[in-house]
């Protein structure tokens, strides 16, 4: 079966298999949401829903925060059932924005610390100077972590790490032993 699927990954197939909706504003973001159920039925086939900028939609425009938030709950109640009904995985992408405090400021979700609540994985991606991270900040089955990755033509790869050079004084050394650092010699 692998060596049959091999023959069709090429970009022409996968990009066949994508279905793109492109939502200009939150009115017309809400009824593809809820037309989606229909289409997921017609598309048995699809295991993937993204919604590449959540906030985009929600952040100008709303005077009424109160609605805003209703909105976007809902929203979130039927991205839950799409999800369950259809056996699909669901991804929001969420922007960070900087909030200003008492001399301090710190990067915080968009749509604010309540929208977080409703996800049920949240990862962050952020730089550490030039290293890419990516943190598991929310998940109900394992602990907050951060792990190191690259981008490559290839897709997401794990970070290398460095090379371990021995000298000959270290290769002599008892392998059951620690080898001892420079700064101790």
């Known amino acids: 079966d692998h060596l049959k699927a091999l023959e069709t990954f090429f970009l022409e197939s996968i990009l066949s298999h994508i279905y793109y909706f492109r939502c200009r504003d939150y009115i017309e973001l809400l009824a593809q949401v809820y037309l989606l159920?229909?289409?997921?039925?017609e598309h048995s086939k699809v295991r993937l829903v993204v919604v590449d900028g959540i906030a985009f939609p929600f952040r100008h425009d709303f005077e009424d925060l109160s609605l805003r938030t209703r909105l976007l709950n809902g929203l979130a109640q039927q991205l839950i059932i799409i999800a369950n009904d259809h056996k699909?995985?669901?991804?929001?992408?969420?922007?960070?924005?900087?909030?200003?405090?008492?001399?301090?400021?710190?990067?915080?979700?968009?749509?604010?610390?309540?929208?977080?609540?409703?996800?049920?994985?949240?990862?962050?991606?952020h730089w550490d100077n030039s290293q890419r991270l990516a943190t598991l900040y929310k998940s109900p089955s394992q602990?907050?972590?951060?792990?190191?990755?690259?981008?490559?033509?290839?897709?997401?790869?794990?970070?290398?790490?460095?090379?371990?050079?021995?000298?000959?004084?270290?290769?002599?050394?008892?392998?059951?032993?620690?080898?001892?650092?420079?700064?101790?010699?």
């Not at 972590?145 to 371990?164: E, K, L, M, W, Y």
Request: charged share 25%.
């Open 37 to 41: 159920p229909d289409f997921l039925s």
């Open 88 to 125: 699909s995985a669901v991804v929001l992408t969420n922007q960070m924005t900087t909030r200003i405090g008492q001399g301090q400021s710190t990067l915080v979700p968009a749509l604010g610390e309540s929208w977080g609540h409703a996800a049920t994985v949240r990862l962050i991606f």
């Open 143 to 185: 602990k907050e972590s951060t792990i190191p990755f690259n981008i490559t033509s290839h897709g997401f790869r794990d970070v290398q790490p460095p090379a371990v050079t021995q000298n000959a004084e270290d290769t002599e050394m008892n392998p059951r032993k620690r080898p001892r650092r420079e700064e101790e010699k």
